[in-house]
DNA sequence: ACGAACGCAACTGCAATTGTTACGTTTTGC
DNA sequence: GCAAAACGTAACAATTGCAGTTGCGTTCGT
């Protein structure tokens, strides 16, 4: 699915965070782990930045770490930070042409939608980020060496 | 959203269908009323006909007619129908190369996803396609004539 | 047997997303 | 100060998924 991409990433990258917060991490370790782009690791977390998860840090020794205690983010805190909802979000103009069996049925089908996500929000709610750290993690080990 | 196109497809041309079983559609009047071609009705009517709701005859008289009692049919059965699932769908192949952050955060959310889809589908089942029909319908109303 | 419909496969076109390159800016360390 | 290392951002290329289209075969009914 395309949806899992960011929402992936940012959820990779915050549970390793996690597990080391005082780390500063580069979007270039982190697109390395993750096996992607400097850039798209910095458009994502720009993301969570913008949400308040994560500060980053420009200039010589810059990077990226948590902007408050790991047991504070949860999972919906990232997902609703990436801002894509499964509800497909108010093309609802009011189209005179349209027929009334279609009217109807998007009303009623995003009802149900907008439903459900609220409970999907609510689950990811109840867990954080910290609890999807194991224990023995290898690239939290590592430490700050970064290993080319 | 993508992946509200067929669905609507579908919801739509069965909500009509609830209204007037017994008459037959082309795809190209279906397609016609959608706005579509009558190839992509095809497709998705397909997905519908492999799931027991509707019949396709072919031939000089041919068409669509829905393959049970409209009652019968939830919206449910529909977006089943279609197999678009809201998991990503089983890409759990056992890669040893994953680090186990990343595997322990697909199994969490995918736990929770599945949960959610059961509700929505749930949910879904609640109504059926009779009730998106509205008494006043000028498409059933204008009854088996094709007007061009 | 001819026309009208579905079934299916292949191709095109479009839109969204990701990946990449490039360049500017900020900060640290020497 | 100045070079190196990092982020910020814009612009472009590559990829992907899906709708749309065309074409042809098949199957019916008249």
Redesign the pocket.
Known sequence: M?RN??LSLALHTLGHMAGDPQRM????DIADHV??????V??V??KL?EAGLLR?????????RLAKSAADISLADVYLALD?RLVSGGSEDSDPSRCSVEVGLQVRVAEVLEDIEAQLVKRLGETSIVEVHPSSCGYCEAGSDSEK
């Open positions: 395309k991409s960011r991490r580069t979007s270039a096996g992607t782009n400097p850039v798209v910095r458009r977390l720009g930045r980053s840090e420009k200039g010589h020794s810059g990077g990226w894509e």
